[in-house]
């Protein structure tokens, strides 16, 4: 059988080396719309966090098969169509992840000082399309909307020490922006309470221990948590306690002194719903932001913070809105829903469409750590496996697979990228980064990749 699977990411590996492991005779070729593989593990995964990467060498094996292929510099739904990866294998699984974010929908969205977490994370980290994102970092106080892992990672981004991120992936543009920043207060704001912060107690205690910057949380929003925390989960139990810790405890003369010393600060808020940016008087820069205050109702996740007409607004000249990610359709050809963001499945079975499958974020909603994707990946994995052994699918007649796409390509002018040039690519920036005292300088541009390997 040859099966074909569409994104590089985590989700794509996952289902990739699945079905490889388990399955001996399948072939499996990756597409992936930019030159360099790996998805998020590369453009989403904080520089400070490296051995969250480690996942690479395990992705790195699995390409390195021989029965497994990578075409980088391919974007599906242009270059070739689904249609046409349908004509070519016996299956073909979407695995392409979230490539826009959420929008508020509020007034003044678009003023400039507003970014999406999603673009900005992308610009810090080498994101191609977001290279030349050129954020205001020129004023005191910047505003996190939003309570999860990612707002959590741009804070501690915004507010660390220059000695630790130089010593990191970042991208040397973003590096040079960050020392020049005048940001010095990071507010992380949300609609609901402590109980329904996203993001992990590692995440909250990585923070805390932030050398520079003095954690700053209300007493008054953790009074009586310890109640309703008692029956929680663990990890949310845990995660609670410590912002409660964090909250109340009175800070030894040691803590006293070192915090009087650190020059940056951040907090969380809650209960604050986005109304609208509030402009400069020239109406073209955001000021601030004009927060509704919530009530909530209900209990645990399914709590719904509701407006209680009062409003409050908070200064700030930069705001960063982390309220999720978003896939988009890729195909006319593929079933969409528009509501929730993903393609419609069951198991990863593409509802309507035999022999076309999705994993991951397309295929669940943009949520979950790599981990999660990885159990998504080889649950649709299984799908694929079963129907070929079922019958389901036809692998009686032959299907040429790279052989048919290739000369598609070819006639449309795309050259695709091979995964020995990716790691020509690799150690170009490995290379660099070692001159900088760096585990690598990432090439932002996809030109001077392809430059790179003579394409």
């Known amino acids: 059988p040859r099966v074909c699977v569409v994104g590089s990411g985590p989700a794509g590996f996952y289902t990739a080396q699945h079905i490889l492991k388990h399955h001996g005779g399948a072939q499996v070729d990756i597409y992936e719309k930019l030159p360099v593989p790996f998805g998020l593990v590369r453009f989403g995964v904080a520089p400070d966090h490296p051995e969250v990467k480690n996942v690479i060498n395990a992705f790195t094996q699995t390409a390195r098969s021989e029965r497994c292929a990578y075409y980088g510099n391919v974007t599906v739904g242009r270059d070739v169509t689904v249609a046409e990866l349908r004509q070519a294998y016996h299956a073909v699984v979407l695995s392409y992840g979230a490539e826009d974010n959420r929008v508020l929908g509020i007034p003044g969205e678009n003023l400039s000082g507003v970014y999406s977490a999603r673009e900005f994370v992308g610009w810090y980290n080498g ?45 040397d543009g973003s590096l040079a922006a960050l020392a020049c920043s005048k940001v010095k207060r990071v507010w992380l704001v949300g609609r609901r309470g402590p109980l329904q912060v996203a993001f992990t107690i590692k995440e909250l205690r990585e923070m805390i221990n932030l050398p520079g910057a003095r954690p700053v949380l209300n007493p008054a929003d953790f009074t009586g948590l310890e109640n309703a925390v008692k029956d929680a989960p663990r990890p949310r139990k845990r995660l609670t306690e410590l912002m409660i810790r964090t909250a109340l405890e009175k800070p030894g003369e040691k803590t006293l002194e070192a915090q009087a010393a650190a020059p940056r600060e951040w907090g969380l808020k809650f209960q604050r719903s986005p109304q609208e940016v509030l402009p400069t008087a020239d109406g073209r820069r955001a000021r601030g932001i004009r927060m509704a205050l919530t009530r909530l109702e209900g209990s645990g996740d399914s709590t719904k913070a509701v407006p209680t007409g009062d409003v409050e607004d908070l200064e700030c000249g930069l705001v960063l809105s982390s309220i999720g990610y978003r896939s988009l359709p890729l195909d006319p050809a593929v079933p969409f829903d528009t509501q929730r963001g993903i393609i419609p499945n069951s198991s990863g079975r593409v509802e309507g469409v035999p022999g076309l499958y999705c994993s991951g974020w397309v295929k669940r909603g943009p949520t979950g750590v790599i981990i999660t994707t990885m159990n998504d990946s080889f649950d649709t994995a299984q799908s694929v496996l079963e129907d070929l052994q079922v019958g389901a699918l036809d692998v009686s007649t032959s299907r040429e697979g790279f052989g048919a796409v290739e000369s598609i390509l070819r006639s449309r002018g795309v050259r695709p990228v091979s995964f020995s040039d990716w790691e020509k690519i690799d150690a170009a920036e490995v290379a660099r980064g070692k001159a900088a005292g760096k585990p690598r300088e990432k090439i932002v541009d996809p030109q001077e990749m392809l430059r790179l390997i003579g394409h």
């Open 127 to 171: 994101l191609p399309e977001n290279r030349d994102l050129k954020p205001d970092l020129s004023c005191e106080t910047a505003l996190i909307l939003g309570h999860g892992n990612v707002a959590l990672d741009i804070a501690r981004i915004l507010l660390s020490p220059l000695s630790l991120l130089r010593k990191t992936d970042i991208t």
